[in-house]
């Protein structure tokens, strides 16, 4: 029965801790935009690799 002294408060800690970070997740703009990162990895990339690219940083790298 002692632990209920124990855990109500530990409860209500936690709560509290809950509440203020969606509170400050709130404030701090983290909900304006929900859909735009979920589309981000569909769209296209704004510069493809080219091999011309991958080969020049290949041959000016260390060489062993």
């Known amino acids: 029965m002692n632990i209920i002294l124990v855990l109500i408060p530990l409860s209500l800690l936690l709560l509290a801790a809950g509440v203020w970070a969606f509170f400050w997740g709130v404030n701090h703009a983290q909900f ?3 859909e735009t990162p979920a589309l981000m ?3 296209d990339d704004p510069h493809p690799i080219r091999e011309s690219d ?8 260390e060489s062993s």
């Open 54 to 61: 991958v080969q020049e940083n290949d041959d000016s790298g």
């Open 41 to 43: 990895p569909l769209s």
């Open 32 to 34: 304006d935009d929900l």
